[in-house]
């Protein structure tokens, strides 16, 4: 119950600083509410040195990306400005800070997790199996609508990338 709490104030706080044409009464789309989970993801990362802008990567296409697309585009995390791309093809991801991606299945996500292995870049995935392949953060969806993640954190330390104790505390760990 305790963990339920948790994920929604986590939720709750992210769907404010996401921009929204919507009354706070009406209820969010499940694919808002995944794009308030990515924000606080890469929100609770210790970015150092500081950066001035991190670059978020999307790699494939589905429903779900075009949403995330429009929500973290031109967003702040404190004084750090968000900057999305939509990649398609083969094209040179490995200088972003983020990578989300999608479950697609025109997309190889290992070939992708071997490209850019030892580059220090927070990968967000959506496949089952996604953080033993490589991933670091992995969405679950429940059976009743809700979302889970889990955390690999032995390959985030690999990686030297220091995720938040308290966003780890949320997260189904992945031995």
């Given at each position: 119950?305790?963990?339920?709490?948790?994920?929604?104030?986590?939720?709750?706080?992210?769907?404010?600083?996401?921009?929204?044409?919507?009354?706070?009464?009406?209820?969010?789309?499940?694919?808002?509410?995944?794009?308030?989970?990515?924000?606080?993801?890469?929100?609770?990362?210790?970015?150092?040195?500081?950066?001035?802008?991190?670059?978020?990567?999307?790699?494939?296409?589905?429903?779900?990306?075009?949403?995330l697309k429009y929500?973290?585009?031109?967003?702040?995390?404190?004084?750090?400005?968000?900057?999305?791309?939509?990649?398609?093809?083969?094209?040179?991801?490995?200088?972003?800070?983020?990578?989300?991606?999608?479950?697609?299945?025109?997309?190889?996500?290992?070939?992708?997790?071997?490209?850019?292995?030892?580059?220090?870049?927070?990968?967000?995935?959506?496949?089952?199996?996604?953080?033993?392949?490589?991933?670091?953060?992995?969405?679950?969806?429940?059976?009743?609508?809700?979302?889970?993640?889990?955390?690999?954190?032995?390959?985030?330390?690999?990686?030297?990338?220091?995720?938040?104790?308290?966003?780890?505390?949320?997260?189904?760990?992945?031995?």
């Amino acid at each position: 119950m305790r963990l339920k709490v948790k994920i929604s104030l986590i939720i709750v706080f992210g769907l404010f600083m996401l921009k929204t044409n919507t009354c706070a009464a009406q209820k969010f789309t499940k694919h808002e509410l995944k794009s308030a989970y990515v924000y606080n993801f890469i929100r609770f990362v210790d970015w150092l040195p500081e950066k001035e802008t991190i670059s978020i990567g999307i790699i494939g296409n589905n429903q779900f990306t075009e949403v995330l697309k429009y929500k973290l585009t031109n967003q702040k995390i404190e004084n750090i400005q968000l900057k999305v791309n939509q990649f398609f093809e083969l094209q040179d991801y490995t200088s972003c800070d983020v990578i989300y991606i999608a479950n697609d299945d025109n997309i190889d996500d290992e070939i992708i997790l071997e490209k850019i292995k030892g580059k220090s870049i927070l990968t967000i995935g959506e496949k089952d199996g996604f953080c033993l392949k490589g991933g670091i953060i992995n969405f679950i969806e429940g059976d009743n609508g809700n979302y889970f993640f889990e955390i690999n954190q032995k390959i985030a330390l690999q990686e030297k990338i220091k995720i938040s104790s308290k966003l780890l505390k949320l997260a189904i760990d992945i031995k």
